[in-house]
């Protein structure tokens, strides 16, 4: 059965930073576009950012320029390195991928920033 599990979240002052990763288990990593999302209270969920198998990545215009997506297929694993970290980026992140039609989301990692 497919695997993501998020960590990495907490709480951190504007400003910040944070690193989140996704460690993902029982298919073939390396063939697939991962992405992240969040989630903040009474919103719907977002796109965040994307990294394809080869690494070609995009990312939400909230985001471009403070965020940046990797991947290391040895470790099956996708990172979220956030900076400059704003109130508006709190939110449930969650990491996603979608194989054959059928998507597949981890549990989240809650990011709060706040003074």
């Known amino acids: 059965q497919v695997q993501l599990v998020e960590s990495g979240g907490g709480l951190v002052q504007p400003g910040g930073s944070l690193r989140l990763s996704c460690a993902a288990s029982?298919?073939?990593?390396?063939?697939?576009?991962m992405n992240w999302y969040r989630q903040a209270p009474g919103t719907e969920r977002e796109f965040v950012a994307h990294i394809t198998g080869g690494g070609s990545t995009n990312y939400a215009d909230s985001v471009k320029g403070r965020f940046t997506i990797s991947r290391d297929n040895a470790k099956n694993t996708v990172y979220l390195q956030m900076k400059s970290l704003k109130p508006e980026d709190t939110a449930v992140y969650y990491c996603?991928?979608?194989?054959?039609?059928?998507?597949?989301w981890g549990q989240g990692t809650q990011v709060t920033v706040s003074s």
């Open positions: 029982r298919f073939i990593f390396s063939m697939y576009t």
């Open positions: 996603h991928f979608v194989r054959l039609g059928v998507p597949y």
